[in-house]
């Protein structure tokens, strides 16, 4: 017979829990990990390693929000010693695709796709389909971080497959930002924008904030990309027919989208977003101050390719500036140059085939 307390606190641990993702999803982060950390005191005094190893694993993913790689790593791998403590094939798997989240989020790709492959291999084992999308999606990453796209959308593929068939609709949006970022990649901006407008109307529903965030920074992109497309002269040969979000080299909305990004990454206190919002509204408005902003951050977390992706935009933007007689001084000229130098060194260190393309057509 289970004792009355045992049950109590198995129940409270559980609700602490439960509240503790809705709390994420809302970015009150903070709150979160109050309620993570009685939880795991809770486990602890009850000498609950199950609870314990639950506890420890949603704060790696806590964690995650709040861009902090070294304790995501270090939760993730002390849960990973108490599922295996148990036996707990479940656990492990999750654990082992955190782990491998830090080692991708650093660019050591290779690695990363090491831990998500050992993870996928447990749950297929196992036949916890909601895990192996989790899965699917972040393989699919690394694929497309190595310039391999095809690959990537099938791995994204299956995982919105996945989502749907089991009613996920936080990893449905999640998996259909990511498909639209490879279709922005290749330059194919219908398909990117069909999937994107998916993914918001999903994301609104059900309140996901930091993947609105996310949403509204590929939207961003998607209009600058459109507005750069559209203004190609006739003889190009190349023609587009742009509706809804963008149209001609109106980048209206793309200003909006880059503000409510950055609103969303501030209420979220969220320092990649703030990145991300801030590079892409310099990149919208070639402000120098906001591009440096953003480097700065990219270079505290410590993300190579974010960093990379800084370096080389704001490279570009350097590189326009001294098209123009007034501005082409040695020193201006110099400065672009180092810092398209340093986004090829990071892309060819991490394996970004893709972005070292662009780098090497300048």
């Given at each position: ?25 809302i970015g009150k982060n903070e ?78 790709y290779p690695k990363g796709l ?249």
């Open positions: 017979m289970i004792a009355k307390s045992e049950i109590d606190y198995k129940r409270i641990i559980h609700i602490l829990m439960n509240r503790a993702q809705v709390l994420n999803l709150r979160s990990l109050a309620d993570l950390n009685r939880g795991l005191m809770m486990s602890k005094r009850y000498q609950d390693k199950k609870s314990q190893a639950d506890c420890l694993l949603q704060f790696s993913e806590t964690y995650n929000y709040l861009s902090k790689y070294e304790e995501i790593l270090n939760s993730a791998k002390e849960s990973l010693l108490l599922y295996q403590e148990i036996d707990d094939k479940k656990g492990q798997a999750v654990s082992l695709n955190n782990v491998g989240y830090v080692h991708d989020s650093l660019g050591n090491e831990y998500y492959t050992k993870s996928l291999k447990i749950q297929e084992e196992i036949g916890d389909r909601y895990s192996q999308a989790a899965s699917l999606i972040n393989i699919g990453y690394v694929q497309n971080m190595l310039g391999d796209y095809p690959k990537a959308l099938e791995y994204w593929t299956k995982s919105l497959k996945i989502r749907e068939e089991i009613g996920d609709r936080l990893g449905q949006a999640m998996s259909l930002n990511n498909i639209a970022r490879t279709y922005l990649e290749q330059e194919k901006y219908e398909e990117a924008r069909d999937y994107l407008t998916r993914a918001e109307k999903i994301a609104g529903e059900i309140g996901a904030k930091e993947l609105l965030r996310r949403i509204y920074v590929s939207f961003g992109e998607l209009g600058m990309a459109e507005t750069a497309f559209s203004v190609i002269p006739a003889e190009a040969g190349i023609h587009k027919d742009l509706d809804s979000h963008f149209r001609g080299n109106d980048i209206s909305a793309a200003i909006e989208y880059a503000e409510q990004a950055l609103q969303l990454a501030e209420e979220l206190k969220s320092k990649t977003g703030k990145a991300e919002a801030l590079l892409l509204q310099a990149r919208i408005e070639k402000a120098e101050s906001k591009f440096k902003e953003a480097i700065a951050i990219f270079e505290e977390l410590k993300q190579p390719f974010e960093t990379a992706k800084a370096y080389y935009y704001y490279g570009r933007m350097l590189t326009s500036r001294i098209r123009k007689p007034e501005c082409r001084t040695q020193e201006n000229t110099k400065e672009a140059e180092e810092y398209l130098q340093k986004a090829r060194e990071i892309f060819e260190k991490i394996g970004a085939k893709g972005w070292l393309k662009k780098v090497q057509a300048g």
